[in-house]
């Protein structure tokens, strides 16, 4: 397991503040309409956040994203009957958030491309409706999912997600690709990072580059 992950994260999300007081509320908003692929101000919330992504253009972010292939984060649990492809049930069965992100990235020139080659073998407890002390910790995760074989000459790689609080699917995400890829480039990127604390919530539009550390109990501590 990596000890140590760079990452990046483009919005922020207040999930303790008050529900009637701005901003915290239209980000908890923003959050819950990027997690359904839902419309966030009349528009798709995630083709709204990568287009103020290419108009914002934060040096930070658009670094850790240029000239990489992007893999999106597995959803909690494999696709109904191991399918990739949705030929039938509902919508939820098959909505990939990480996958709809990754797409719009590409499509805006912002990263290289990229492939969906981490993929959920069973399923695991979702993080965010997990109490802190039942949530997946990153050897879970890993064991949780592979890699799976594909011919690339990709040295850079972003693991994708739509939202990070913690940090430890993408710490296991990427050390996963480490061990596939050994030596490659690897960093991890959100559209959203949770700030626990209200009080140090201000704003939705707030990107950050940081890193995600194993701790010695197993678990994760994301700096910030």
């Keep these: 397991m990596l000890s140590r992950l760079p990452f990046g994260a483009f919005l922020a999300y207040s999930p303790n503040g008050p529900a009637n007081e701005e901003p915290h509320r239209s980000s908890q908003r923003l959050r819950r309409a990027i997690k359904a692929d839902g419309i966030y101000l009349g528009a798709p919330a995630i083709d709204l956040a990568v287009r ?46 990480p996958r709809r992100i990754c797409q719009k990235l590409v499509e805006a020139r912002l990263a290289a ?47 994708v997600d739509d939202v990070v609080t913690r940090g430890a699917t993408l710490l296991a995400c990427a050390s ?34 940081g890193s995600i550390e194993l701790r010695p109990t197993g678990d994760t501590i994301r700096r910030p």
Excluded at 117 to 132: D, E, Q
Excluded at 147 to 153: I, L
Excluded at 192 to 204: A, D, K
């Design 113 to 159: 491309g990229w492939a969906p080659i981490l993929v959920r073998r069973f399923k695991v407890a979702k993080s965010a409706g997990a109490a802190r002390g039942d949530r997946p910790l990153p050897a879970a995760h890993a064991e949780s999912m592979a890699v799976v074989a594909q011919a690339t000459a990709a040295r850079r790689f972003v693991i």
């Design 52 to 97: 103020r992504l290419v108009e914002e253009a934060p040096a930070e972010i658009l670094s850790i994203l240029h000239d990489a292939v992007l893999v999106p984060a597995p959803r909690s649990a494999p696709f109904p009957e191991g399918l990739e492809i949705p030929l039938r049930g509902t919508a939820r069965d098959f909505l990939w958030v």
């Design 176 to 209: 996963l690709l480490e061990q596939r890829y050994t030596g490659a480039d690897i960093s991890g990127f959100a559209l959203l990072r949770t700030v626990s604390n209200p009080n140090e919530f201000s704003n939705i539009l707030e990107p950050v580059t």
